[in-house]
């Protein structure tokens, strides 16, 4: 644009020198002017030359400063092109320098983008590494750790051809203190508290023990879709002939469970041997090895409480809140009362070849049939609920025409009379067999609060002839005065109540007691001598002799010649306290605590006490040949127990 200004400027510059050069008179058109004109006007012109040809010098004079002014600008313009060209090119190169520059930038950039990407990685190889160490350490650590305790603990199970055996046991040293001795170990002789008539009332007695301690083995496996399990359980609490608290003592190991089980997907479940009853407080369902134990130290546990541990036979269909159980049970009756007319039985001595024990006076039980019981329980998600049902057979061996003192007149005609009225002792006419049914129920509920901090529970048994179902082991029948067999009613009941502050203690507090109804009977007196006045007979008859119960007997086995003997007396009891049992009663209170318990099994130790009452049914000592009675008496027994136990359980 510079130049055109500057080439426009040359032109109109040039144009104006060309005309300033062209001649004054310069004129294209002739002059046709007369000559005197011309004399008139000569001096005109001249002097319009010279201004013209004045003002022309001065303008050619302009115009030359003009050139010379536009020769500088064009040199100006070409000096300011020169540097507008240099200026450009020094941009130009700039521009190179800088595009170089932002070039070698980005790569620096990318260069410090990569760097920085490749530390990144880095580091997070790093980190991984650093992770990786650790882990590896946690893993050697555990590892360590896991290879210490199975070389310290080693398996808990013994894999034996495709079946698990698992070894169990607890060690126990216990000690037990009475107010009243009973003469028995830990486990306490209910029914055996005695009445102030005997000396044990007076004196207390103090035991120590670790025959409770206990051995098991469990051992299962798998047949198809059915898991089968065998256990054996056993405990020193047996005796033998030889068995003594001397020197040595030689208690035997004794059965205590010995079964089998079979239990199928379906809930459906099969077991015998020797278990617990189905009588027994299930945790839930209806299986073995699921028994809710009382905390008791004591192995005979709480007045009121159902159980059994012998021979069954169990089925039952478990399923997800509901269980029906049936089982068939071994059992041996238990007979109470008195005055009956001995012509009959029902238990046989044991025999040495049939491996039963010789020595157990109260032989065993000639059993007709088994017990049979049926159970159902209930776990509906809060709490466990259970009833159960039994029936009980006895039978006995009856000898009508043996010797009774009974009115000859009420004897059967088949029997052979003896002159004078009473018949033969030996006779065995009309000899039959009776055959009696008991039976009854029972309802437990166990219920607890507080997240399972506390539990409370509450149960009820009865009917006739279940008393041996019930810890105190109450009598089960007594005899008519004609030698058959009558159930006793009986009663239990139990409430309980435990306390879980933590996993390490348990603090319990219990209440039960056992009742067994009046079973009595009466025959007139045959003798000259009270003829015609009853003769009491049965369980619990109100006209048994009691008066004696409060008189201290004196020892038994005293030498009865001079010099005396070196035998020592044995306690003794006066003989007229004929009292059975009305009811017992027993309170617990008792805590476990847990020292420790984890992978090296459990240590812990506990101490129980309870306080017992034992009454037994009035008497007024009636004279059945005077037919006098007497005041009438109710004996009462009481007994304060504390047991202390410290125990270590295997893992």
């Known amino acids: 644009m510079k130049k055109l200004a500057a080439l426009t400027l040359s032109l109109f510059l040039t144009m104006g020198t060309a005309l300033a050069d062209s001649p004054k008179d310069a004129n294209p058109q002739p002059a046709k002017a007369a000559p005197a004109a011309k004399a008139k006007a000569a001096s005109k012109p001249e002097k319009a030359e010279a201004a013209i040809a004045a003002q022309l010098e001065e303008l050619r004079q302009a115009l030359e400063s003009q050139q010379e002014q536009l020769q500088l600008l064009k040199e100006e313009l070409a000096k300011r092109d020169r540097q507008i060209d240099e200026a450009r090119e020094a941009a130009a190169a700039a521009n190179a320098r800088a595009a170089e520059a932002t070039t070698k930038a980005v790569e620096a950039v990318n260069t410090s ?52 055996i698992t070894p169990m046991a607890w060690i126990e040293a216990a000690t037990i203190s009475r107010s009243r001795a ?37 051992a299962d496996t798998t047949i198809g879709s059915a898991k089968v399990n065998m256990y054996y359980e056993g405990d020193f609490l047996g005796t033998g002939t030889t068995s003594n608290n001397r020197q040595s003592n030689s208690y035997v190991f004794r059965q205590r469970q010995l079964w089998a089980s079979v239990k199928f997907d379906n809930g459906f479940y099969v077991s015998g041997g020797q278990m617990w009853s189905l009588v027994t407080e299930s945790k839930k369902g209806i299986e073995n090895r699921q ?24 089925v039952a269909q478990n399923w997800d809140k509901f269980a029906l159980g049936f089982s068939i049970e071994g059992p041996q009756t238990t007979f109470g009362g008195r005055g009956s007319n001995n012509n009959f039985f029902f238990n046989v001595p044991g025999a040495g070849g049939g491996l039963y024990n010789f020595a157990d006076t109260s032989g065993y039980t000639a059993n007709k049939s088994p017990d049979v019981m049926v159970k159902a329980t209930l776990d509906p998600g809060w709490g466990h609920y259970e009833i159960v049902g039994i029936v009980s057979p006895f039978r006995d061996r009856v000898y009508p025409c043996g010797a009774q003192p009974v009115i000859v007149a009420s004897l059967p005609a088949s029997c052979v009379l003896t002159p004078g009225g009473p018949l033969s002792a030996t006779s065995v006419a009309g000899a039959f067999n009776d055959s009696k049914v008991g039976g009854g129920f029972g309802a437990t509920a166990r219920l607890p609060v507080a ?38 009613r009986t009663a239990a009941y139990l409430g309980e109540m435990e306390l879980h502050p933590n996993p390490k203690l348990d603090i319990f507090a219990y209440y039960g007691g056992e009742y067994a109804a009046r079973t009595a009977y009466t025959f007139p007196n045959p003798a000259a001598a009270g003829l015609g006045n009853p003769v009491p007979v049965g369980y619990g008859s109100p006209l048994f002799n009691n008066s004696g119960c409060t008189t201290e007997g004196f020892p038994v086995n005293t030498p009865g010649t001079f010099p005396p003997t070196a035998t020592p007396a044995s306690p003794g009891s006066a003989g007229t ?25 459990r240590l812990q130790w506990g ?19 005077t037919g006098v009675a007497g005041a009438s008496q109710r004996p009462k027994a009481i007994d304060n127990m504390v047991w202390t136990s410290f125990r270590y359980y295997l893992p």
Not at 577 to 601: A, Q
């Open 113 to 164: 983008s990569e760097v920085k990407s490749t530390a990144a990685t880095l580091n997070t190889t790093v980190a991984d590494l650093k992770a990786s160490n650790e882990i590896l350490k946690t893993t050697v650590a555990t590892e360590q750790a896991e290879a210490k305790k199975a070389e310290e603990t080693g398996p808990s199970t013994i894999r034996f051809k495709g079946v698990n």
């Open 182 to 218: 009973t003469g028995g170990d830990i486990n306490t002789p209910l029914t055996g508290i005695p009445y102030p008539n005997s000396a044990l009332s007076r004196i207390s007695e103090n035991n120590f023990t670790a025959r409770q301690s206990r051995l098991m083995l469990l």
């Open 291 to 314: 028994e809710q134990f009382p905390l008791m130290i004591d192995p005979q546990y709480i007045v009121g409480w159902a159980w059994q541990r012998a021979y069954g036979f169990r």
């Open 451 to 488: 997240n399972k901090k506390i539990e409370f529970m509450a149960h009820f048994q009865g009917g006739d002839g279940i008393g041996r179902y019930s810890t105190a082991q109450l009598a089960d029948v007594t005899a008519r005065p004609n030698g058959t067999l009558a159930p006793i």
């Open 577 to 601: 306290c004929n009292g059975d049992i009305h009811h017992i009663v027993e309170g617990t209170l008792g805590f476990w605590h847990k020292i420790y318990n984890g992978p090296k099994g």
């Open 607 to 625: 101490v129980t006490y309870s306080y017992i009452e034992k009454f037994a049914w009035t008497g007024n000592a009636f004279n059945i040949t």
